[in-house]
């Protein structure tokens, strides 16, 4: 049986997974100084080696072509969710042991310490987003 349910696409909701998407593919290369940024890299070596930089990209892109039509595959606005909540997560647990090294990393370098103040915070509204466009999106598909 097929069902067609009208499902609204809705311009800001397009736009803020084209801006999700920028910070990553923009974001990333601009705080890694176009890949020369070690130091992003040997505060968090697991989070942020260069390949995971690249991923990080990648995943901007994701929510880029996700963007065009969001509203045809709600399942994937939520993979996006749980992604940024692992990243948020991860920064939690960062921050919890490394909070008193933030000034020492802000004098080395601004954009470092600015990215590693910040990025968890990025993450999680943006989650909060992807989770909202889910749980919106799967009102108008009921199974």
Aim: charge should be positive; charged fraction near 10%.
């Amino acid at each position: 049986m097929n069902h067609h349910f009208h499902i609204p696409k809705e311009k800001w909701i397009q736009s803020l997974f084209f801006l999700a998407g920028g910070v990553n593919f923009i974001g990333i290369p601009i705080f890694s100084k176009f890949f020369t940024n070690t130091y992003l890299s040997e505060i968090d070596p697991a989070t942020f080696s260069s390949v995971s930089l690249v991923i990080i990209m990648l995943w901007g892109l994701a929510y880029i072509a996700l963007g065009f039509h969001y509203h045809l595959a709600p399942y994937v606005s939520a993979v996006f969710a749980v992604e940024k909540f692992f990243y948020t997560g991860v920064w939690i647990i960062w921050m919890k042991y490394n909070l008193a090294s933030l000034p020492s990393i802000y004098s080395r370098d601004l954009l470092t310490g600015f990215f590693y103040s910040v990025y968890g915070v990025n993450d999680f509204l943006f989650g909060v987003f992807f989770l909202f466009v889910f749980i919106r999106i799967r009102k108008y598909r009921p199974e």
